[in-house]
Every structure is written in structure tokens, then in C-alpha cells.
């Protein structure tokens, strides 16, 4: 696969939206041509805001779970990115003739490594991408367990596995 390229500035940006949101976790794009990443889209994390009765991206039991939390206690442990703002980054990346390169979110508490969740959604993303002709994007995780040592991991995710991925400062 390939190594991925990322601005310092865009890595340390999606530290600062991981920062700014704990103990939310943070979501959002990275896009840009050729392996290169040149624009980062902040997406609003809608598990917090809309409650976990309008995501039908969990299983019955991880449902129920998350009904029982706050809407605060919700967005530490899971995310859906906005879609009228994903819709938007996608028209954009189409309109300055850049594409999807890579998701990001953040684990507040937790490893930068992807849960069951964070799997399945990238495996059912995969299916709507090949439909819309987007290519494979990479998922960066950001780990903030320990706040001033953030952790930053990518991987490749598909449904015959999780694989580490390689990027670095462009």
C-alpha cells in the first residue's frame, strides 16, 4: 500500500480538533491528490448531538447500550460523522479536483488502534464507496489516553482485515 503523506500542519490539526473535543471524540476527512494530503474537513460528531436513536450503524445490543448513556457519554466511546456535512466535503474534494484520502476520529480514552465499531463502519463504508467510485481511504485514529503524548495511528480497514498503514509528514 501506499505510504501516505500528511502535512505536519494537518497532523497537528487533527490533534487540536481531538483536544478541543474531549471527551468527545473528534471525526472527520483528509483529502488531496496522489497520496498527498491538502485539506482537512472538521465533521460534527452526530452521536453526541442527535442521540443514538438515529444511528442504525450499531448492532441491537451497542443500540441499547447507547441509549442508556448521555449524549455526552455517548460521543466518548462512538461517532457518525454528519452526513449533510460529509455530502458537502465530497462535493467539495469533486469541485477543487481532490479526492478522499483518509478518515480521522479520535479515542479520548482508549488505544488508537480501531474497535469492532470503528471496523464495521469502515467495512460498510466500503461497499457504499465502491458504488460511488471513491478510492480506498486510509483511517488515522488519535489516541489522547495520555494528553500530552497523543498517538497517532492509521490503518488500512477492509473486510478481510485491519492492516497498519504507513504515512508520513509531507
Not at 100 to 115: I, V
Request: with cysteine; net charge negative.
Amino acid at each position: 500500500m501506499t505510504i501516505l503523506k500528511v502535512p505536519q500542519k494537518f497532523l497537528d490539526e487533527m490533534v487540536g480538533h481531538a483536544h478541543e473535543l474531549t471527551p468527545f471524540e473528534c471525526c472527520g476527512l483528509l483529502a488531496g491528490k496522489g497520496g498527498v494530503v491538502t485539506r482537512l474537513y472538521r465533521i460534527k460528531n452526530i452521536v453526541a448531538t442527535e442521540g443514538a436513536e438515529s444511528v442504525s450503524h450499531f448492532d441491537e445490543a451497542k443500540l441499547d447500550h447507547l441509549k442508556r448513556l448521555t449524549p455526552e457519554e455517548r460521543a466518548e466511546i462512538a461517532f457518525v460523522m454528519d452526513a449533510r456535512e460529509q455530502s458537502q466535503a465530497l462535493k467539495d474534494m469533486r469541485t477543487n479536483g481532490i479526492e478522499l484520502q483518509a478518515f480521522y476520529h479520535s479515542h479520548p480514552k482508549d488505544p488508537a488502534r480501531p474497535s469492532t465499531t470503528d471496523i464495521r463502519n469502515a467495512v460498510e463504508f466500503d461497499q457504499l464507496r465502491e458504488k460511488l467510485n471513491l478510492p480506498a481511504p486510509c483511517h488515522f485514529i488519535i489516541s489522547l489516553m495520555e494528553p500530552g503524548k497523543p498517538d497517532i495511528r492509521a490503518y488500512w480497514i477492509a473486510a478481510d482485515g485491519v492492516t497498519p498503514a504507513q504515512f508520513s509528514p509531507a
